[in-house]
């Protein structure tokens, strides 16, 4: 099975960054994990956490959106003041 098979390589990014700009994001996270060595934890190359990292954050906003959707959720100014 493929590594990167944990999120689906098709997940969508879902931020208000250009494509560019997300592609400085993937490689600055990728220099971290470098940088603190945090690829030999798993032996698994940088490049690969960071896509991976990349992935959850996005994955997490989807969860995110499905919750407030399914509540119904519309915004902090929604809530009672006494929240």
């Known amino acids: ?4 098979a944990v999120y689906p390589p098709t997940a969508t990014i879902l931020t ?3 494509p560019e700009e997300q592609m400085d994001f993937e490689k600055e996270l990728e220099m ?4 603190h060595s945090k690829e030999n934890e798993s032996d698994t190359p ?3 956490l960071a896509q991976y990292l ?3 954050l996005s994955n997490y ?5 499905a919750r407030n959707k399914w ?3 519309k915004g902090l100014s929604e809530r009672p ?3």
């Open 46 to 48: 940088d490049f690969i």
């Open 71 to 73: 509540y119904n959720f």
């Open 32 to 35: 971290l994990i470098n940088k």
């Open 1 to 4: 099975m493929d590594s990167l």
């Open 54 to 56: 990349k992935g959850c």
């Open 16 to 18: 208000r960054t250009k």
């Open 61 to 65: 906003a989807d969860t995110v959106k």
């Open 81 to 83: 003041s006494g929240i």
